[in-house]
Each structure stands twice: as structure tokens, then as C-alpha cells.
């Protein structure tokens, strides 16, 4: 639940620091935020498609998907993290240390 929680804090952050810089009006902000939101969504869905691939044993299916969740929002540290330390461990399990290491 607190990742949840978190992960709200992050999008509610990211739309009100992307309004402030562009000073956006209410209206636009509401668009920001639902904006912002479906990448959240979309970044979460597949990184738990990556997940149901890795607990199947579909490593290089794995590693894929938690790769292109991080191509969704660059921006996400907070999940990114998190999509990076599952690649790492695909990495380890399928023997591909360059591919982890090369990671940012």
C-alpha cells in the first residue's frame, strides 16, 4: 500500500512541476494530471506483465517487457528503479552480466 501511496505523491509531484514550468491553466493541469496518470498506469501494467513472464520462467519475454516499461515514462524514477533491478536480475538468470551492467 505505501508503494501505491508513493507512486501517487510522484504523479501529483511530476504534474504540478510540469504546470509551474510551463505556467499552465487549471483546466490544462486536469489534462496533466490524466496525462500523467495513463503513463503511470501503462508503466505499471507492464512491468506486472514482465513479472507474470519472470514467475512463468519467460525470462528473455521478462526482460523484454521491462524494457520497453521503461521506454514508456523516463521520468518515473520511483518504478524505474525498480524495472532496472528486475532486468538485473533477468540479467543473472539468463547470463547476460554486460546487458545489466550497461544499465544507468
Known amino acids: 500500500m505505501v ?6 505523491v510522484f504523479i501529483s509531484n511530476r504534474c504540478f512541476e510540469i504546470c509551474r ?4 491553466r487549471v483546466r490544462d ?3 496533466g494530471l ?5 503513463k503511470a498506469k501503462a508503466l ?5 506483465e514482465g513479472n507474470k513472464e519472470f514467475r512463468s ?12 516499461a521503461l521506454s ?7 518504478t524505474n528503479s525498480k524495472l532496472y533491478n528486475n532486468r538485473a536480475t533477468v540479467c543473472s538468470k539468463v547470463n547476460k552480466p554486460r546487458h545489466d551492467i ?3
Open 44 to 48: 505499471i501494467a507492464k512491468k506486472e
Open 34 to 38: 490524466y496525462y500523467v496518470l495513463q
Open 72 to 78: 514508456i515514462d523516463p521520468h518515473n524514477k520511483f
Open 57 to 68: 520462467g519467460k525470462y528473455e519475454n521478462a526482460l523484454n517487457l521491462y524494457t520497453e
Open 21 to 24: 514550468i510551463r505556467d499552465i
Open 29 to 31: 493541469i486536469e489534462i
Open 3 to 8: 508503494g501505491k501511496s508513493n507512486q501517487n
Open 102 to 104: 550497461s544499465d544507468k
